[in-house]
C-alpha cells in the first residue's frame, strides 16, 4: 500500500482516516478543527513532516480542497478524496420529496 498523509477540518475525523486506512498506509492525519481556516504554514508544517518521512500523496477532502485551493503545495501531490453515500436497499427518490 502507498504511504500517505491525510489532512482534514471535518467534524469526524476518525471516520475518514478510517475509510482510507483499508487501502493507504496512513503515516500520519493532520486533524484540524471542523471549519478551520487553513494557512499557508499549515500548509508548509505539514509539507516539512512529508519531506522529512519521505511521504509525497497528501489525501484531503472535497471540503477542504475549496478551501486550500489558493494555498501552495511546493512538495506535495494533493489527491482529493470523493466521498459518496449509497442508501441500501435502494429507496425511491419520490418518498424524499
Do not use: C, M
Not at 467534524?11 to 478510517?18: D, M
Not at 498506509?25 to 519521505?54: C, G, L, M, R, T
Amino acid at each position: 500500500a502507498s504511504r500517505v498523509f491525510l489532512a482534514s477540518s471535518i467534524a469526524v475525523p476518525g471516520s475518514f482516516a478510517q475509510t482510507l486506512q483499508s487501502r493507504f498506509e496512513v503515516a500520519h492525519h493532520f486533524s484540524y478543527p471542523d471549519h478551520y481556516q487553513w494557512q499557508q504554514k499549515d500548509i508548509d508544517k505539514i509539507e516539512a513532516q512529508a519531506v522529512k518521512n519521505e511521504i509525497k500523496d497528501l489525501l484531503i477532502t472535497e471540503k477542504d480542497a475549496v478551501k486550500l485551493d489558493t494555498l501552495v503545495f511546493r512538495y506535495l501531490q494533493v489527491h482529493v478524496v470523493k466521498l459518496s453515500l449509497s442508501l441500501q436497499p435502494e429507496l425511491p427518490y419520490e418518498k424524499f420529496v
